[in-house]
């Protein structure tokens, strides 16, 4: 390292104590000096005056150095030393005309990022560096442009409604209307009008005609969450819907015709709902033109991090406090918690350990009660402790053909993937397939 620092080296070091590796930026965006720990992090040591988009390896432009240096924004920096990627940060020294220069914090590495070295992707408002998620968005992408029925299967909280956006977004009905109904949501004589509509006088309280979601969505996309859920009497009426393409309001006579494409979401196995009399065959087949699966955050760790990093970006923006670092106690127990509730309940931890943690550091101590409770597991126990399973996903032996294809399919047929995707052995997955004759004898 043959910078001149402007500050002698014990400040910078003292610097370095306080608030991690960072460099010291002049106004004319070059660098003139760096703490101890710095040049190890970039992964080579460098000439003072090095411009800063070339030592952080990023852009010049909007998206790039302006976003760091003008906004105050987060980025994500791939140094051209070769160091791993990481979070950069920068404090303006002066303002105006009166800038002497910047301070540029470097984060830390995204967990899970530089292993496998996937790039992050953002699909319709959901993030993701996992391969199995890009290869969905793939699919949302081909799915979108034809008229399929699609039956997203996912957790709470995987973003199954984003997807569902996503299908209405690129499809060729964007410029209809997206409507969403919770089938889990409502009792199943308000279901079946709140679907259908209904006429003046149908029941008490109907006041007036009300058309209903099928209707409203009339040349767009219906979205029927949680539709494992619909009471059995109520799914005859909707496949009827769903074939004949009219609705009947209730107490109504006469069938209006509706031009609606549907996705619908559940978080169960409806293969298995079928097998145990709960939903009809006719109407899974109906839906379930097109299967798609939305792993849970524990299926793709890699992603809990930086979402969570992204999730505090956002809150920064709202409000006063920044976080430049998570502790590494508070990564720790973040990165082995099981996410019943998923990236929703992630989104929801980080704004609690925002509002109730202060300072640059996010420590263990801020995040929600359950955390404290939980204790990470060593290293040993870590390595050899399988991924749990999905609260509700069947034995292996249980998984339906159905599902095992569409999850391969969306593996791109790598099936090391498709086993990590579904929580089960790679050596499992070929055995199912064996038995479903899907997988040669060897
Ligand atoms: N990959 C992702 N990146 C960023 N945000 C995400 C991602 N996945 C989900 N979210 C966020 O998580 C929340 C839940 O998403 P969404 O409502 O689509 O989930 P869901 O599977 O439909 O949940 P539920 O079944 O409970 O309705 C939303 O705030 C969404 O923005």
Known sequence: MTLSPPLPSLELAALETLAGPLLLVDAWRRVTAATPEAPTRLGASFQPGRPLTEV????????????????GRALEATPAGGGT?????????????Q???????????PEGSSSEGDAAETFHGMWTREPGMKHLFRLVEKVARTESSVLVRGESGTGKELVANALHAISPRRKGPFRAINCAALPPSLLESELFGHVRG????AVRDSPGHFRLADGGTLFLDEVGEIPLELQGKLLRVLETRTVIPVGGRASVPVDVRIVAATHRALRREVEEGRFRADLMYRLRVVPLFLPSLRERRG???????????QLER????????????????????DWPGNVRELRNVMEYAFVIGEGPVLHEADLPPEFSESRPPSLATRTARPAPLPVDRP?????DPATLRAVLEQAGGNRTQAARLLGISRVTLWRRLRALGDEPVR
């Not at 800038?99 to 590495?109: A, I, K, N, S």
């Not at 149908?202 to 309280?205: L, Q, S, V, Y």
């Not at 976080?323 to 590494?328: L, N």
């Not at 034995?395 to 998984?399: F, N, W």
């Open 85 to 97: 990627g990481m979070r950069v940060r920068a404090v303006a020294l002066g303002e105006g005309r």
């Open 303 to 313: 992603d809990i991090l930086p979402l969570a990093r992204r999730f505090l970006g």
């Open 318 to 337: 709202q409000g006063s406090r920044h976080v430049e670092r998570i502790s590494p106690g508070a990564q720790r127990l973040l990165q082995h918690h």
């Open 56 to 71: 952080l390896g990023i852009s010049e432009g909007p998206e790039g150095i302006e976003a760091l240096l003008l906004q």
């Open 395 to 399: 034995p292996a032996e249980e998984l």
């Open 202 to 205: 149908a029941f008490t309280g």
């Open 99 to 109: 800038r002497r220069g910047w301070v540029v914090l470097l984060g830390d590495e």
